[in-house]
């Protein structure tokens, strides 16, 4: 009796732990500022220090072309082994002019990104083609010193 009391009280246990670990997580990362404080900026009469101040280092800088800080922030939910879904993405751009100062502020979302296609080609390599047979044949000759 003592045994399918325990048996069955493993089998619970198993069962809630099998089921807790296909619950979705969800993670968030990057920092999105306050929008209260980005209210606050104007484009033309801040500079980049006073930017830094209020809102924080940004996420990234463009490195060509003009001056352009990006605030990223993502959250993602992962379910199971799938692959984890974007379900909210925010971006803040700030532009800024020669000089240093606030040219234009902009908020992009999920809605304003775009699916790219990978190319899957393969890039021919020249030179000898080695079947497996070989392969094996010219490790045994590397392994006993006979050369080709």
């Not at 072309?65 to 993602?76: D, L």
């Not at 094996?136 to 000759?141: L, R």
Request: aromatic share 8%; hydrophobic share 40%; with cysteine.
């Amino acid at each position: 009796m003592r045994s399918k009391v325990f048996r069955a009280g493993v089998l619970a246990v198993c069962i809630t732990a099998a089921l807790a670990a296909c619950e979705s997580r969800v993670s968030t990362h990057g920092n999105l500022p306050d929008p209260a404080r980005v209210k606050e900026l104007k484009p033309g009469n801040i500079g980049r220090e006073e930017i830094a101040e209020i809102l924080g280092s940004p996420s990234s800088i463009n490195t060509f072309g003009p001056e352009t800080w990006y605030y990223i922030s993502e959250r993602t939910e992962t379910f199971a082994f799938f692959a984890p879904e974007v379900k909210e993405r925010q971006i803040l751009v700030a532009r800024f002019d020669k000089k240093g100062a606030l040219d234009k502020l902009e908020v992009l979302d999920l809605t304003n990104g775009r699916q790219i296609a990978h190319v899957e080609r393969v890039t021919p390599t020249f030179g000898e083609k080695l079947t497996v047979l070989g392969q094996i044949i010219g490790n045994f000759q590397r392994f006993t010193g006979a050369k080709r």
